[in-house]
């Protein structure tokens, strides 16, 4: 058994924040939080890693980010999406046909999610099927666990990115078979957006999703053209969440990134069906996509998790996303004078941390009977505050200000990987 | 004579860019900014500094921060303004009567500043006298330069940080009489706002402005709550800015924090009179106050200038507080349904820098004739990119990623302070 004594601090629910000064975290020699203590105790028959005066966190979850887009983060950000797309990122994503660079690219975002305290994502590769494994190899190795989905795209996707229906479907297959020997970082399928992805795919992929018992990605309402383009191209369906149901695409576990523009009715669908929401307030605001209703969603019981979108959005550390999307909740409660309140710091929090988790079948912050996702982080460095600060007040300040110069340890999946 | 050889970027106005591959500053001795060359000679009767391949840019202006507040950042961000100022701001500031916490506080913030790049500040102090020349003896130790006010405030600030308004008066003259020690700081005038000054100091404020010669800074239209209660103060001024204008202290070099609400009469006002408006993003979000009509104020021809605003902003470094004003200029172009078009890196970039040097009289990004105010970035260390990136492109990318560690020098006032 081993013991890892702190300031502990995590959000069970949203809304809610425990903060357990000079606490500790009990864990099993396989690295499953047995037990939170309140209080830790002088002796014990355990391990003792002790953390000092620092906070111990839980460790923040991406919920959407495309890893061969990390060569351009911050570039193009003042282009219309559909320029951005076309200037950057598909000539970008064209170049993980070499392995090679696929390699550098991957071991640096792999070494930066997980030293900047990311420990579970789920995650857009490119169409490419060797530079995709690569990519779960890199993830593996740094101590990243999750989704990494295999992109599929053989429609609307230019000159330089492109797979016919019949190679999408060969490689996906072929994808799959090689992903067996991965322990953290499993497979899930990741049609691009409807506009992407022929009819005859999109089914395809609807029935191997059954077959195999595979989780679902994609892209939902992101902006009022793409909504205007997918009802062009799917006459029959209302919405655009049915383009996916209707191929059996929408269903419990399903991630949908942005889903700026859903209303009533695209909300109550995915209330219905499980499908979780994660919201990418960076990315919404520098593409102009518009600005989600958390608040609204939140209230309706749906599911919202945090992406840092990279590269739509510019930043990849999680705390800084979680304070965006505080931010950016702050415009839409201006906007709707007050009606739509503003995400608190624990709220926020949350739904960078235990959402995320929860996703993943871990609740409640830290989950006792998971392994451990963790972060250790010493505020020490920060300025020197003019009276001793509370726990709550140390953790706002960590909210805002960390960065991986701070973050002293990570555990993830019960494995202690930085530190 | 020296030559400052490197990738050289600057913006000489407002959606101008000019980039210069390989290009080169000449400095005098005395480190005045002689000639930019477009292209650095081969050979040179002069002393070299070859910054490779790194990129030279002019550093930021930071015209709008409170020193006294770096303690709280990142603290309270989820309260209203009022709660805000009564459970932080004032009882933080109310501790600088200590001049050893205030020499611990300063050196950091002015080591803060100068390694990320901030060369010339505007900044509010608290109303201590010794705590203001303390942190005026850091900034030039570090090598800060610009101007620093002892803030006057003799009603409405509780019981925790006041003045009479003898104090006041007696405290700003004895400030006064100290600041000529100093070369690279100077005094500005600080009324802390019209609701913390009775009319007494005001006018009296304005007379020695006048009789001195020395510039105000002050804060203007925040939010609507301050807006009414001026009103109430100053029922015979039809606008607020009004009340500074009656006592002498809106006019030329005035410089006005937020101005968020100022409507176009307002801002015809600050056109005729010469005053600067010190714009801050980030603050104006987090406390909730608005959305500044910044692209307005750019078409009326306003001098806009850019503040990091500590501690309603969260963030020091001006790189973010550039992108954090592109960001929120997008949120106002949606708003408005894209009537206000959004600021382009290079415009909100110029704002941090051009705007700002130029209201200390050094114009056109690089001031030729005018002692060198510059940085040193190396974006060595970000991701590799997919091709080889223009200047341009190599500029964006700087300004959404750079931090403390990718700046390797900074010359401050002609002299090289870090690197």
């Known amino acids: 058994m081993k013991l890892i004594k702190g300031n502990v601090v995590y959000s069970p629910r949203c809304g809610e924040l425990v903060t357990l000064p000079h606490g500790a975290l009990a864990l ?99 169409l490419h099927t ?19 989905g295999k992109v599929n795209m053989d429609r609307n996707s230019g000159d330089v990115l492109h797979e016919t229906t019949e190679e999408s479907k060969r490689e996906t297959l072929r994808w799959l078979d090689a992903c067996g020997d991965f322990r953290y970082v499993k497979p899930i399928l990741t049609p691009r957006f409807t506009p992407s992805c022929t009819d005859e795919l999109m089914a395809w992929l609807g029935r191997l999703a059954e077959e195999r018992g595979l989780y ?22 209302p919405q655009y969440w049915e383009t996916y149901a209707k191929y059996g695409l929408w269903k419990d576990h399903t991630v949908m990134a942005h889903c700026v ?55 990849l550390a999680m705390n800084r996303v979680v304070t965006t999307t505080i931010r950016v909740s702050k415009l839409r409660a201006m906007k709707t004078d007050g009606k ?3 995400l608190t710091v624990d709220e926020a929090f949350c739904l960078g941390t235990t959402a995320g988790h929860r996703w993943f079948g871990a609740d409640g912050g830290f989950a006792v009977g998971k392994p451990l996702h963790a972060i250790v982080v010493d505020d020490g460095g920060f300025a020197e505050p003019v009276r001793e600060l509370t726990l709550r007040e140390r953790f706002e300040r960590c909210v805002y200000l960390m960065d991986k110069s701070a973050i002293r340890a990570v555990w993830s999946e019960g494995r202690r990987v930085v530190g």
């Not at 060797?130 to 999750?146: F, I, K, S």
């Not at 902006?223 to 369906?237: K, Q, Y």
């Not at 960076?282 to 209703?293: E, K, R």
Request: hydrophobic share 40%; aromatic share 6%; charged share 25%.
């Open 261 to 315: 523009h859903s209303d009533e009715r695209e909300r109550e669908a995915m209330l219905r069906h499980g499908v979780t929401v994660a919201h990418c307030a960076d990315s919404n605001i520098n593409i102009c996509s518009g600005v989600a209703p958390v608040r609204l969603m939140l209230d309706e019981g749906l599911s919202v998790t945090l992406g840092s979108d990279i590269a739509g959005g510019a930043m």
């Open 28 to 126: 099993s020699d396989d690295g499953v939080l047995t037990e939170i203590l309140p209080a830790a105790p002088e002796k014990a028959d355990a391990e003792v890693i002790d953390c000092g005066d620092a906070l111990i966190l839980p460790s923040f979850v991406d919920m959407h980010l495309h890893a061969p887009q990390y060569p351009m983060v911050g570039l193009g950000m003042d282009l219309p999406l559909i320029d951005w797309l076309n200037t950057y990122t598909f000539k970008n994503e064209a170049r993980f046909a070499d392995l090679d660079f696929a390699r550098r690219t991957y071991r640096r975002l792999a070494d930066d999610l997980i030293t900047g305290g990311t420990t579970r994502v789920c995650m857009f590769s490119s």
């Open 130 to 148: 060797d530079a995709t494994l690569v990519l779960m190899e890199e993830l593996e190795r740094a101590g990243v666990t999750g989704y990494v």
């Open 340 to 342: 739509d309140g503003f």
């Open 216 to 237: 679902v990605q994609s892209h939902l309402s992101e902006n009022l053209g793409e909504i205007a383009w997918v009802r062009e191209l799917h006459p029959d369906c």
